[in-house]
């Protein structure tokens, strides 16, 4: 069976402070790749979505980015972090064909000092 | 233009009676719904979709969804509510064009007893 994990599960940063939240999927190849932004406990954003290896799409322009450096790990960075960018970050795969729904990880609880 | 909407922010309901939380849905094509249910500080579970056929879906938990093509709507149903099924609830469908979903903001469950 597939496994998706994400870590830290939290993390408290100072502004301006670089940022690396490391998303796996474990059980399944190819799949696509998502990061999302949760604020409030309420809606979901899309950040970033991938459908292979090197192959990012932004769906929001900010002051984070992603990278897939091998076919299961999805990457969410940020160089210098805002106050702004705190929240619950989601990271979810889907298979590459067939069947559309995603699954999610546990979360990563962000909050900017 | 697709979207998604979960017209209700709060729904309450005592144990033991049924449950509907609600969704309508606007697309060009052939919609593909999904429900998910999201527990406090925790990821997004799956809970059932609609891709075609009958259009009554179960899910996990005793859950069931009623996909109504005329009303454009594919309601979240329970029989008999539990206080442990508080929680929030997200109803999706997939864009036309591709593989990405479109979310609703989210509905929240309480289930008093």
Redo the contacts between chains.
């Keep these: 069976s597939q496994t998706i994990h994400?870590w830290p599960a939290t993390l408290v940063q100072p502004v301006g402070s670089p940022l690396s939240l490391e998303c796996t999927v474990e059980g399944t190849s190819n799949p696509?790749l998502y990061w999302y932004r949760q604020a409030a406990?309420?809606?979901?954003q899309?950040l970033f979505?991938s459908v292979g290896i090197g192959q990012i799409s932004s769906e929001v322009p900010q002051n984070l980015s992603a990278s897939r450096p091998q076919d299961r790990q999805f990457i969410l960075s940020s160089k210098k972090l805002l106050l702004s960018d705190s929240g619950?970050y989601?990271c979810?795969w889907?298979p590459a064909t067939g069947h559309?729904?995603?699954?999610?990880?546990?979360?990563t609880?962000l909050t900017v000092t | 233009a697709q979207s998604v909407a979960q017209p209700e922010d709060q729904v309450n309901v005592a144990e033991g009676n049924p449950l509907t939380v609600k969704c309508t849905y606007s697309v060009s094509g052939n919609p593909y719904l999904f429900w998910y249910v999201q527990y406090p500080n925790r990821g997004l579970q799956f809970l059932l979709k609609y891709i075609t056929g009958d259009n009554l879906v179960k899910g996990s938990y005793g859950f069931e969804a009623e996909f109504n093509k005329s009303q454009t709507s594919f309601h979240l149903k329970k029989p008999s509510a539990l206080v442990s099924d508080s929680a929030l609830y997200f109803c999706a469908v997939k864009r036309d064009s591709n593989y990405q979903l479109i979310w609703g903001a989210g509905t929240k469950l309480i289930i008093k007893p």
């Design positions: 994400q696509n406990g309420r809606g979901l899309l979505y619950f989601l979810a889907s559309y729904e995603q699954y999610f990880g546990p979360g609880r």
